[in-house]
């Protein structure tokens, strides 16, 4: 009992420290102390949990060399009494060079096969054992493709998140307050394969953990819901009845942009919702979904005027002024995703910093951002995620170049990722472009450059889709008052009939605002810049042996109703959908040409 009462007054004064915490942190939100208490406490796990998984990232690059030799001998370990193992004599190999002399360097179709009789319940083929799951690619270079997934996969990304997580609180301290995050998520339609393997893409859902979905704006309901636009609706409702939200989240800048257009055109009907505490009823959300939904809400006639009220003066920097204690925007702005992210940060967000966590694919975890802070996207790569290769990119175009080891690139120069990773993937050529800018410890940090299935190139020319989007928008400058949405570009030989005779040439597809039309002169602009910009076009296009640029303009939303169309024609998931540049299909192909207005 003396023991007791000892140390009665010191919990009491640590419970005390704790309270003040706890208020300190809840930005004046009304919500239960219980429930603070709760992200309190998960945020505090989560914090410790992401430090550990930071310094075991900084110590793993330390020693790229020795630790990539490791990974690549536990995968072969592992595999080699597959079929695969044995065909690739992997008992053979002793270390990374007689590796690569044994391996080929890999492309999907290698593994086609495989693939397919692991998904009929076939084992030991490619991988010990059976996967977790068959992981459905994105699409962007090229159709949709499924990929085997293992547990340690998902494992990898889980940790890769954990150390941006602590980059994140490091470098926006404000974020550690009990703010909830609107996270924009969009549950994907899994199915199985024959043998019953599930099938769908590689993310993690906000609702896996009840402790995690304790900190989004959106209850568990609203994640339940199928249908995107449905979903998206729920997401926005939740997310502006919270004045004190602190994040805003999206696996990609294009799901964000997405979301605040759909607020600037039905922001009446949101403004309505909060009014008077519902779930719209024009919604096709399921019964028992909107009744667990509308348990959340109450009518809230006050935050509606004051939504109403900004609404009303327009939409720029609409995000920081519905939100006035947001603190970031957390969505991957690189790639196909750049243009998304710079109209959020010019226009929606406005004066919001934005974090590019993670470099990612249906491969698994290939890079961390840990300097959210800087405007650049660099990703340092993770030596414990994958075993990593680079061909130059001078020797793409070869069947089987030599290819460098993570401590043989330079900084400054291009590379082709080629990745080993730990779900049967072995020396498989990515076909992304990097750019080593620089190296933390001994592992490169790279750039991401461009894919090479979205370059344009009807005669040897190979304009990247990073290069075009520059040259597109300096010449988007050239024309008075437009401000670029979208855009896509085909190259003529998928026009067939539609071609005619003409030279071979590119016919490009752009969503603008601020003007209605523009004059031939104003189009061929495009045509000028691409010239300045590529000395190769140029040559093509004074011989005569390229065409000049076709520009077309296509309604306000068009990209938003050919991104549905693609996702609704490939199997994929909004969350994983990336705007593919350059089409290839004759039937997305058809779709926006059905949008052209001028």
């Not at 243009?339 to 698994?364: D, H, I, K, M, W």
């Amino acid at each position: 009992m003396l023991l007791i009462a000892a140390f009665l007054p010191l919990a009491l004064w640590i419970l005390l420290l704790l309270c003040r915490d706890v208020c300190r942190k809840s930005r004046g939100q009304k919500r239960s102390f219980f429930s603070l208490l709760h992200q309190y406490m998960f945020q505090r796990y989560v914090s410790l949990l992401s430090l550990r998984q930071r310094r075991r990232l900084e110590y793993s690059t330390k020693n790229v060399q020795h630790l990539q030799d490791r990974i690549l001998q536990h995968r072969i370990h592992r595999d080699r009494s597959t079929e695969y193992g044995k065909l690739y004599r992997f008992s053979e190999v002793t270390d990374r060079l007689s590796f690569c002399s044994v391996h080929p360097l890999t492309q999907y179709g290698h593994y086609t096969d495989y693939i397919q009789r692991i998904g009929k319940g076939e084992e030991n083929i490619v991988i010990s054992g059976r996967p977790s799951a068959l992981t459905v690619t994105s699409g962007t270079s090229g159709a949709p493709a499924l990929l085997l997934c293992v547990q340690a996969a998902m494992n990898d990304l889980h940790q890769g998140f954990g150390a941006c997580f602590d980059a994140k609180i490091n470098a926006y301290p404000q974020t550690r307050n009990l703010q909830r995050t609107a996270k924009f998520f969009y549950p994907p339609v899994w199915r199985t394969s024959e043998s019953g393997i599930p099938i769908g893409p590689y993310s993690v859902s906000p609702v896996a953990s009840r402790h995690m979905s304790s900190s989004y704006s959106t209850p568990a309901a609203g994640y339940e819901i199928t249908s995107e636009a449905e979903a998206q609706y729920v997401h926005l409702l939740f997310a502006l009845k919270d004045r004190s939200l602190g994040i805003l989240e999206a696996s990609f800048a294009s799901v964000l942009y997405y979301a605040f257009a759909l607020m600037q055109h039905q922001w009446e009907q949101l403004v309505e919702d909060i009014r008077c505490g519902r779930v719209n009823p024009s919604l096709t959300v399921a019964d028992d979904l909107r009744l667990r939904l509308n348990a959340q809400l109450k009518p809230d006639p006050q935050r509606a005027s004051e939504l109403a009220v900004e609404f009303a003066s327009g939409f720029r920097g609409i995000a920081r002024r519905v939100w006035p204690h947001l603190n970031l925007v957390l969505v991957v702005d690189s790639g196909a995703n750049e243009l998304y992210g710079s109209n959020l940060q010019r226009f929606y967000c406005e004066g919001v910093p934005t974090y590019s966590p993670v470099y990612a694919a249906a491969e698994g975890l290939i890079g961390v951002n840990l300097w959210p802070e800087r405007s650049e996207r660099y990703y340092l790569l993770c030596p414990q995620s994958m075993f990593y290769e680079f061909i130059p990119v001078n020797l793409c175009e070869e069947e089987q170049p030599r290819t460098l080891f993570m401590e043989e690139v330079k900084e400054n120069e291009l590379y082709e990722l080629v990745v080993t990773n730990a779900s049967g993937l072995y020396r498989y050529r990515m076909g992304d472009i990097v750019k080593v800018v620089t190296f933390h410890n001994q592992c490169p940090v790279i750039e991401f450059q461009y894919r090479q299935s979205q370059t344009l190139n009807v005669r040897g020319e190979r304009i990247t889709e990073a290069a075009f989007l520059r040259t597109l928008l300096h010449a988007v400058k050239l024309w008075p008052g437009a401000v670029l949405h979208d855009y896509c570009c085909v190259e003529s030989g998928l026009l067939g009939s539609y071609c005619g005779g003409s030279d071979l040439h590119y016919e490009v597809f752009v969503e603008i605002g601020g003007v209605r039309n523009l004059s031939e002169d104003q189009r061929y602009r495009l045509d000028q810049c691409l010239q300045e910009d590529s000395a190769v076009y140029q040559s093509f296009r004074r011989k005569g042996s390229i065409g000049p640029v076709r520009v077309h303009i296509v309604a306000l939303g068009s990209f938003k109703e050919l991104t549905d169309f693609i996702v609704a024609h490939s199997g994929i998931s909004h969350n994983q959908f990336q705007m593919p540049r350059v089409l290839k299909k004759k039937e997305f192909l058809d779709f926006i040409q059905r949008k052209v207005i001028s």
